[in-house]
């Protein structure tokens, strides 16, 4: 089965909205946790990560919520902006001897000016 | 400090034929992933290697797609018999398995199946 799970293959945001990106997983022994941006022809980059230690991780408008118990993990922009248009891909991993790392599908956010 | 290196960027079969993607990861990364990411979508882990080790190859379709990294560092990816539903883009990817951080990625082999 799917081990991470976007569950909405799309968003669409106003400029200056908060932006809220989901993501679900399976595995509850993942204990790290990131964002990955996707721009069309281009590979993901890291956006954002977290370990399972802690429940939230700001960086500049990004923040991310882990709630385990929940298996959820989100995506907060604020103040979204039309360069936010892309594709975000979540993953979540393991580090308990050998590394796995999974991602979801993608949630494709469109910022409308 | 080189990233994740792929070759080649683009190829184009016709059904039935093979090819082979290589990847060079970062220097000093042990582990070394494959993943498929059809057109629209997130990337599918297909392989990962520690050190020239498969950890998992669950969602390899193992009777057309075969990986080595022999030596722990360089990797091919190898499909034979080409299917048009392998069309998609093939990533490369590598981390340091022992701190647990980031995952790089190549800029990937995009491949065509007509």
């Known amino acids: 089965g799917q081990q991470v799970k976007q569950s909405s293959p799309s968003l669409t945001v106003q400029e200056g909205g908060i932006s809220i990106l989901n993501c679900d997983y399976e595995?509850?022994?993942?204990?790290?946790f990131a964002w990955y941006k996707k721009y069309p022809d281009n590979s993901p980059t890291l956006l954002i990560s977290?370990?399972?230690?802690?429940d939230k991780r700001e960086d500049g408008r990004l923040t991310v919520f882990l709630n385990k118990s929940g298996k959820h993990f989100s995506l907060h922009i604020t103040a979204s902006q039309p360069e936010d248009t892309a594709v975000y891909l979540c993953a979540a991993g393991s580090n308990t001897g050998y590394q796995n790392f999974y991602f979801g599908k993608g949630t494709s956010l469109t910022v409308i000016p | 400090e080189a990233g994740v290196t792929q070759s080649p960027r683009y190829a184009v079969l016709q059904e039935g034929q093979a090819v082979s993607f290589w990847c060079d990861p970062i220097?000093?990364?042990?582990?070394l992933y494959w993943y498929q990411q059809p057109r629209d979508q997130g990337p599918q882990l297909l392989v990962y290697?520690?050190?020239?080790?498969?950890?998992?190859n669950s969602q390899l379709p193992s009777d057309r797609f075969s990986a080595v990294r022999p030596k722990g560092t360089n990797s091919t990816l190898k499909i034979q018999s080409a299917k048009q539903g392998d069309t998609a883009t093939y990533l490369c990817?590598?981390?340091?398995?022992?701190?647990?951080?980031?995952?790089?990625f190549g800029k990937g082999t995009r491949l065509t199946v007509v």
């Open positions: 290697f520690r050190d020239e080790a498969v950890i998992d």
């Open positions: 595995n509850d022994m993942f204990d790290y």
């Open positions: 220097s000093g990364h042990d582990t």
């Open positions: 990817a590598s981390s340091s398995g022992t701190t647990n951080t980031e995952v790089f």
């Open positions: 977290v370990r399972s230690n802690v």
